[in-house]
């Protein structure tokens, strides 16, 4: 059953651009949903339509079983959470946090007490009877957090609520957004362009780019799954490997080759002929037997693993290695490729064949 | 010789300490990461090497001369700034050029011309050298700054968190773009940043600065596995490490509410933060239980949120390990793992 | 609603440009027309035989005696506009040209006391300028000013000086300081920087603060009156002093010099328009 419905959600800006495609999406109640895609693929206008901040050119948005398409923002039971959020800055930390339920008619000591509560959540007890101005820009985006999570709407939009962050900081946040949300079930939906924070706090992704969506699924399976070479390569830090190549069908099985490598054996069987190879980093290993040979243009360590990025004759791909095995800049090494992480796509349509 | 060394470099603004003794040298084609929280004072290190600010005590030497009290223009220094710094109303073209049009530069026309197509190329905006830079999108725009400060040639780079303001996406390939480059320009870099990966992925060495203090210098490796403090172990790693408070109860630390850890030596401290790394948390065969809160899907890895013994504990497993939410499993860290702190 | 909105807006033009139009066709009369009883706003080619008739006969005349030197003035209108255009322009880019260099210093430097000395400043405009007009006229007396160009020109420049200080200070305060820094690692000085770099991304305010201190000084009357008597009498001036005329109030002229006067400064507004319309969208360039 779903909570929130976009039927044939669209939006054309007044100069005649599109910046929203007949968008269709339906969130379940308590359900967390992350709307993904570079800068200008439409998810922020798609939220603010949500909100009630821009009204759609056409189709239809339902909340609850009640159209609400044009009703004004104020009437739609909705929270929303900005990038960029101002504090008020006559108002301590805690009484900016209990702001929203003031408005709400919630009595004070019970709004104290929620936002002690929150403060607590977010390790900001020591600033309580601060003024916002003596707060760092880290602490102050959390304060702002805070206050937009206070009230349990209908719904919680947020537009890149951590964008301006520090990296280190990001992650607690995530841990913290999610669990207000699991707590109180409210459904949310949540812009990115950051595909990390998408896996982590999503229950199911949507994959958007030039206004329209091109994947909804849980984040393994738009991870594991792509649907096209757009998914592929912008889900996935680094994203997949693609390779231009050709598969030929050999005794039972498919042979995927480029530039007149070898590269995998494939079991799963598709048409003969030009394709693009797509394949995760951690589904290429450097292997001294492997088929694949190329020269290593940077190893970049990560901590807990490495990733070598590796110029070969079918174009530059990236290997997973151990963090305690360095590749030296230039090195000739070879890789080899595990053909159950081999994903097939369309070289002309983009779409997946297998 | 190195490229550029700072000796006891101080620099108060009113009251408030930027820089504290920061001593830091870089080598003639090293790659250094200066890495640090917001407000650390990274970035008032740069404009002091760049000579936008002049420290109140110490020295700073480039190519071996003193250049403490010399120009900005005198040192031959390129700065990319983290707020994009094109002229909007100048194309790429000539935003490109400004540089070499500075005084006492006396390029001829032709090699203007010929530089800035060398870095229009070299950084893949040829397309772009005409249009006018307020029509560039985010990741364009950071392109041509670094094709600016690059069009120079310049002995010295220095990067304030340039990738900050850009897509996810974008920040990650120019991260591998940009570190080929500078190894292609063999031209020393000092790069600041908050970002971990960053830090990891790019330094030859990474220089932790926090609270105005060089807290750690290092390779990556290093400070991932033996940073400092905890601060810097907090700072490096997606996620970062894991802190726990514990108590020594003989042979055992036992966690904030008395469960058992594992094992500890018997000359440890009685109070201690422990660190270890997400990734060496192993999901059984461990001394007592704890509750699986969360899981991420991170892609090749799996990120298990735990809450263990009153603390939580992240733990990264392969994506081919099974975890429920809600499940109970006895966590376990080796010895070895483990940086120990004493409280 | 669409009609509402029409009805709105066509009320609105009328009413906006109803003196205007009034001027216009009172510049096109004979001065007996202008002082008729009856109201005259058909202008037609021949005159109408009918005294009490709404139609009048347009002709040129109030614009050819522009240049007659009426009976007390020592020139003609178009001097008297050539004053007011020397006086306006030069006040106005003084004011712009001072307003800048001294905001972009208080912009950028870290000047003691700098708050201090921006009230004070601004507090040169607390008085109303009219009530220092007794110890300006001696002063100018003292320093044989009176009745001089740049007399009034020194005048209106330090009037609008605090406005442009002030302006330009929060439209340097938007320019990021990266633009210049960057300049100076380039190898630019700080002077080349500002004109290079600074002053092209300032056009639009200055535009802006220009349009304002040109209106001011373009417009001033106390002063103008009470500081002159001959010389350099501005148009404002020149019209007031026409009162008392012993051929009685040139109406069709006072409205024709009128027109004529209020051309320039619509001139300069859609001259500058590009730059003040660029600074409704100043600071889209992302931070």
């Given at each position: ?6 039927e ?90 209990a ?31 601060s ?7 880290g ?9 937009a ?19 280190s ?9 999610r ?29 958007m ?54 590269l ?33 243009a940077?190893d ?8 070598l ?10 290997a ?5 095995r ?5 090195e ?9 992480g ?13 | ?5 700072l000796v ?19 080598g ?23 000579g936008?600010?002049?420290?109140d005590?110490?020295?700073v030497?480039?190519f071996g ?21 094109l ?7 000539e ?13 001829a ?32 725009m950071q ?5 600016r ?8 780079f220095?990067?304030?968190e ?10 990650e ?24 990966a ?13 609270a ?11 400070l ?31 966690l ?49 949120v ?5 603390a939580t504990?992240?733990a990264?497993v392969?994506?081919?390990v ?5 499940q109970r ?15 | ?8 807006v ?13 001027m ?27 005294p009490?008739?709404?139609s ?8 050819r005696?522009?240049?007659?030197v ?8 178009w001097?008297?506009?050539g ?10 880019l ?58 009034l ?13 002030w302006l330009m ?5 938007e ?21 290079r ?41 020149y019209?007031?002093g ?8 040139p ?15 619509v001139l300069?507004?859609?001259l ?11 600071g889209?360039?992302?931070?």
């Amino acid at each position: 059953m779903s909570f929130l419905a976009l039927e044939k959600l669209a939006k054309v800006w007044p100069d005649g651009t599109a910046a929203v495609r007949g968008v269709d999406l339906s969130i379940a109640q308590g359900e967390f949903i992350v709307l993904l895609g570079p800068s200008g693929c439409g998810k922020t206008t798609t939220l603010r339509m949500i909100a009630g901040l821009e009204t759609p050119t056409s189709g239809r948005i339902t909340l609850a079983g009640r159209e609400i398409t044009r009703l004004p923002a104020a009437e739609r039971d909705i929270g929303m959470v900005f990038q960029f959020y101002a504090l008020y800055p006559h108002l301590t930390v805690a009484e900016n946090i209990a702001f929203p339920l003031e408005c709400a008619g919630v009595p004070r000591d019970e709004r104290m007490a929620a936002a002690r509560k929150l403060a607590e959540q977010l390790e900001l007890t020591a600033l309580l009877d601060s003024r916002p101005r003596a707060l760092s820009g880290g602490d102050q985006q959390r304060v702002a957090l805070a206050r937009a999570m206070a009230r349990k709407p209908a719904v919680w939009l947020m537009d890149e609520p951590l964008g301006t962050l520090d990296a280190s900081r990001r992650a607690d946040m995530c841990d913290f957004i999610r669990a207000q949300q699991l707590e109180h079930a409210v459904p949310t939906v949540y812009v990115t362009h950051d595909q990390e924070e998408a896996m982590r706090l999503a229950d199911r992704v949507v994959v958007m780019n030039g206004g329209e969506v091109l994947q909804v699924g849980a984040p393994e399976q738009v991870y594991a799954e792509p649907a096209s070479l757009f998914v592929a390569r912008f889900v996935g830090s680094p994203g997949m490997n693609l390779i231009e190549g050709f598969s030929r069908a050999s005794q039972g099985v498919t042979l995927l080759e480029s530039a007149g490598v070898a590269l995998v054996k494939c079991p799963k069987l598709v048409r003969e002929g030009p394709v693009v190879i797509g394949v995760r980093p951690e589904h290429v290993a450097p292997d001294p037997a492997g088929a694949l040979r190329g020269r290593v243009a940077l190893d970049a360590f990560m901590g807990s693993h490495r990733y070598l990025h590796v110029d070969t004759g079918c174009g530059r791909v990236v290997a997973l290695g151990a963090a305690d095995r360095p590749s030296a800049v230039g090195e000739d090494i070879g890789l080899s490729i595990d053909p159950s992480g081999v994903r097939l796509f369309d070289s002309d349509a983009g779409s997946r064949l297998a | 010789m190195s490229a550029l060394e700072l000796v006891g470099v101080s620099k108060s603004f009113g009251a408030r300490a930027a820089l504290a003794e920061v001593a830091l040298s870089v080598g003639e084609r090293e790659f250094v990461v200066v890495l640090g929280p917001t407000g650390a004072g990274k970035t008032t290190l740069l404009r002091t090497i760049a000579g936008l600010e002049t420290p109140d005590r110490g020295e700073v030497r480039l190519f071996g001369a003193d250049c403490t009290h010399s120009s900005p223009a005198a040192r031959d220094i390129a700065l990319v700034f983290q707020n994009f710094s094109l002229y909007p109303g100048k194309t790429v073209r000539e935003n490109l050029a400004f540089p070499l049009l500075a005084p006492g530069r006396e390029l001829a026309a032709g090699e203007i011309g010929e530089r800035v197509q060398w870095a229009a190329k070299l950084l893949r905006i040829e397309r772009l050298l005409d249009r006018p830079a307020r029509k560039l999108s985010g990741g364009e725009m950071q392109r041509v700054a670094i094709g600016r400060a690059i069009v120079r040639r310049p002995r010295l780079f220095l990067m304030d968190e340039p990738l900050t303001n850009l897509d996810a996406k974008l920040r990650e390939e120019l991260r591998v773009e940009l570190r080929e480059l500078a190894r292609r320009l063999e031209t020393p870099v000092v790069w600041v940043t908050h970002d971990s990966a960053e830090a990891l992925s790019m330094a030859d060495r990474v220089v932790a600065l926090f609270a105005g203090r060089v807290v750690q210098v290092g390779t990556p490796r290093e400070l991932y596995l033996r940073p400092a403090t905890p601060a810097v172990a907090r700072q490096l790693g997606s996620p970062p490490m894991n802190l726990v408070e514990v108590l020594r109860d003989g042979a055992v630390w036992r966690l904030p509410n008395g469960d058992a850890f594992g094992a500890a030596a018997s000359d440890a401290p009685q109070r201690a933060l422990l660190g270890f790394r997400p990734e060496h948390v192993r999901l059984e065969g461990g001394a007592s239980e704890a509750l699986v809160e969360v899981v991420e899907h991170l892609g090749p890895q799996r990120v298990v949120v735990l809450r263990w013994g009153g603390a939580t504990v992240h733990a990264a497993v392969a994506s081919s390990v099974d975890v429920a939410v809600h499940q109970r499993l006895r966590p376990a860290v080796a010895a070895e793992h483990c940086l120990i702190w004493p409280r | 609603m669409k009609w509402l909105r029409w009805f709105v807006v066509a009320l609105y033009l009328v009413v906006a440009t109803a003196p205007l139009v009034w001027m216009g066709l009172s510049s096109l009369k004979e001065r007996a027309d202008t002082i008729s009883p009856h109201a005259k706003f058909l202008p037609t080619a021949e005159a109408p035989s009918d005294p009490t008739s709404p139609s009048f006969e347009a002709t040129f005349e109030a614009y050819r005696e522009l240049s007659v030197v009426h009976a007390g003035a020592q020139q003609s209108f178009w001097g008297h506009l050539g004053s007011s255009v020397l006086i306006g322009l030069v006040s106005t880019l003084a004011s712009v040209a001072l307003g800048t260099c001294c905001a972009y210093g208080f912009s950028r430097f870290r000047l003691p006391g700098a708050k201090d000395w921006l009230f004070f400043v601004l507090s040169t405009r607390f008085l109303p300028p009219l009530a220092v007009v007794v110890p300006v006229l001696i002063m100018y007396r003292t320093l044989d000013l009176q009745g001089t160009h740049v007399g009034l020109i020194v005048l209106y420049t330090v009037f609008n000086l605090s406005l442009a200080v002030w302006l330009m200070k929060g439209f340097l305060d938007e320019i990021p300081r990266a633009f210049e820094e960057a300049a100076l690692v380039d190898g630019y000085t700080r002077g080349q920087a500002f004109v290079r770099v600074v002053l092209p991304e300032a056009r639009t305010g200055m535009a802006v603060t220009a349009v304002f201190c040109l209106i001011s000084s373009w417009n001033e009357y106390g002063f103008a009156m009470t500081l002159n008597s001959s010389g350099a009498v501005t148009v404002p001036a020149y019209f007031a002093g026409l009162q008392g005329n012993i051929e009685g109030m040139p109406w069709p002229q006072i409205a024709a010099g009128a027109l004529v006067f209020v051309a320039p400064i619509v001139l300069f507004t859609v001259l500058v328009r590009e730059n003040l319309l660029r600074g409704m969208t100043f600071g889209t360039i992302k931070q």
